[in-house]
């Protein structure tokens, strides 16, 4: 059994192909899912946070480290930041790959954040049923799912683990898709995200491009912030905002009022 953090102590779990969690959720893939997915026809978001050490708003505990891991450092004006980089599909209704009684086309490929639905990718974050899409009868099944706190099938326990390194060890190459692609502009954590929807022949093109260099090349970034209070902390920190916040080239997605 993969090394794994515990959960609630028994929990039973049974899908019941109801499709509520392939409606309206932009599903992180790992490079090779983006890939088949650009081959598929799907468009692709790509959603990005960033962290500096004094941010206004920053996760604790373990689950910082795992910020950390998943970002790539990078420069940004006058000091450091690890920008966290997400390759998700675009599914602002329903999966392009929902058929109509609600089944997955491509059940035996599907994403890996798919295969390990209703667990959470996130170390040490516990699942929780109220915050998840799955019905009730979901939950009534006589069908094991956690058991003293961790995944009964060992085959879910490793696609977890292999979710979470397979994030960790493709940082880089995320962060020099963006730099082929021209894109450079991030949000600050907990201040929200800022979404890319990118020309998917000229996403497929760096992705295969960045795949194959023998170099690894991340660029500078710069921020865009949801406030002046917010825009203010990021300059005295050092960092660089950007001047193309109304060019269109991104869509900054806001997750705090601040002001």
């Given at each position: 059994?993969?090394?794994l ?49 004094s ?25 450091q ?29 599907r994403p ?9 990718i ?31 099938d ?8 292999l ?8 940082v880089?190459l ?12 991030a ?40 406030s002046?209070?917010i825009?203010?902390?990021?300059a ?19 997750v705090?009022?601040?002001?």
């Open positions: 059994m993969p090394n953090s515990p959960q609630r102590a028994d929990v039973n779990f049974a899908c019941v192909g109801c499709g509520k969690c392939c409606t309206g959720h932009h599903v992180p893939l790992t490079l090779g899912e983006a890939r088949q997915w650009a081959a598929d026809g799907g468009q692709i978001v790509i959603l990005v946070e960033a962290l500096l050490e941010s206004l708003v920053r996760p604790w505990g373990k689950e910082l480290a795992h910020v950390v891991k998943r970002s790539q450092e990078v420069l940004s004006g006058q000091t930041a690890h920008v966290a980089i997400n390759l998700a599909a675009f599914n602002p209704a329903e999966c392009m790959h929902l058929d109509d009684d609600k089944r997955c086309r491509i059940y035996e490929r890996l954040v798919c295969r390990i639905y209703p667990m959470e996130v170390p040490d974050l516990v699942m929780l049923q109220e915050e998840k899409d799955c019905p009730p009868e979901a939950w009534q099944q006589s069908e094991p799912y956690l058991r003293n706190g961790l995944p009964a060992p085959e879910l326990a490793r696609l977890i683990v979710s979470r390194q397979t994030n960790y060890e493709q880089s995320r962060a020099a898709i963006c730099a082929e692609l021209g894109i450079g502009t949000a600050l954590k907990g201040d929200g995200f800022t979404a890319y929807f990118p020309d998917m022949t000229r996403f497929a093109d760096a992705l295969d491009k960045v795949s194959s260099a023998r170099e690894v090349v991340v660029g500078e970034w710069d921020f865009a912030a949801s002046v209070k825009a203010e902390h990021l005295a920190q050092g960092a660089a905002l950007t001047q193309s916040a109304n060019s269109g080239a991104f869509q900054f997605i806001p705090t009022s601040a002001t």
